[in-house]
């Protein structure tokens, strides 16, 4: 797991009380410089999964303070190594409470909050993964298929609605959608206009593959919902990790803009449900990814709202999931 470097300014008596309560975390180093009118800034060196608990202790103490804050910055290496402490077999030790394999809760936030920004270039994104989406549909080419899906934009905006059920960030969560639905409108009509304007033949492999679900789709759909939630929650490039979520979401979403486009409603109805289907099989795993990940706010009131939110989206997104499937398993035995 990668470093976090720690750093806060408080007065001289918060800083001594800070270097007591730090003694029942685990950090790789600790130091405190003094600074003018009695002032202290404080540095923590420790490994990125133990700085959440250490984020909550500092931001529940010191600061809720006028004037305080804690900046967290990310470490790329720091000479002498940390090695790793030596296991001694014959003394056994006290079980230690483990700390969750992920980044902290205000960083993983933060990124996420950003990747959800509805920008300009957010939507230049869209429709650029769109228009290259498009070609490689038509022309029946992987490569450029697979060029379009390592664009992702659409990974931002479905991992930040998880995010905000997981927390209960009203808040994130109205970002997040309009962010989603501007990008899923822009990327509709503009692959219908380019359906309209090329002779778009559905029975190229690329596009047939794509206007029918199947249970792999379904499988392929989740993974993809619970890779890009744990991209972030591990630090992983979430550019890798969003080429598994476009491969879900974009390609069959421009698939239908063509074959509506061109003419062909029925297939193109086809094209929609396998978009429907990924769309909430991304969303039910990311939901669950952060769930099982341990993702919770701070306090009490928000732990409960955020709990009510989580079972809300998850009962939604299994009746969504449930009432799509059997629709498609009922028109595919009309």
């Given at each position: ?45 420790l ?7 250490v ?74 993964s ?24 659409l ?11 997981a927390?209960g ?49 379904i ?11 744990l ?10 990790i ?5 491969v ?84 595919g035995?009309?």
């Open positions: 797991m990668a470093l976090r470097l720690i750093e806060m300014v408080v007065q001289e008596k918060d800083g001594e009380e800070i270097r007591e309560l730090l003694k029942e975390h685990k950090v790789l180093d600790h130091r405190h410089l003094r600074l003018p009118d009695g002032e202290v800034l404080v540095r923590i060196l490994e990125a999964e133990q700085s959440e608990a984020l909550d202790l500092l931001g529940e103490r010191y600061a809720s303070k006028e004037g305080n804050r804690v900046v967290i910055l990310a470490v790329e290496a720091t000479l002498p190594r940390d090695e790793p402490e030596p296991v001694d077999s014959a003394e056994p030790s006290a079980p230690e409470e483990k700390s969750p394999e992920r980044i902290g809760r205000e960083e993983l936030y933060e990124d996420i909050k950003d990747a959800a920004r509805c920008s300009r270039v957010y939507l230049t994104m869209v429709v650029l769109t228009i290259v989406a498009a070609v490689g549909l038509y022309y029946n080419s992987v490569a450029i298929i697979i060029g379009a899906m390592v664009i992702a934009p990974l931002g905006p479905n991992v930040a609605l998880s995010l905000s059920t927390l960030d009203l808040a994130l969560l109205r970002h997040a959608l309009l962010t989603a639905l501007t990008g899923i409108a822009t990327t509709m009509v503009l692959s219908v206009i380019i359906g309209v304007l090329l002779n778009v033949d559905p029975a190229t492999p690329e596009v047939a593959s794509r206007n029918a679900v199947g249970m792999g789709d499988a392929v759909a989740l993974a993809s919902g619970a890779a890009g939630a991209a972030f929650t591990t630090g992983v490039s979430a550019t890798l969003g080429v598994m979520v476009a879900a979401l974009l390609p069959p979403l421009v698939t239908f803009g063509l074959l509506l486009g061109g003419g062909y409603p029925a297939m193109a109805m086809g094209a929609l449900s396998l978009f429907l289907m990924n769309l909430i099989c991304v969303n039910l795993a990311g939901v669950t990814t952060f769930l099982v990940q341990g993702i919770r706010p701070t306090t009490w009131w928000e732990k409960d709202r955020a709990s009510k939110a989580m079972r809300i989206a998850i009962g939604m997104w299994v009746t969504l999931l449930a009432a799509l499937s059997g629709m498609i398993l009922w028109l035995k009309t």
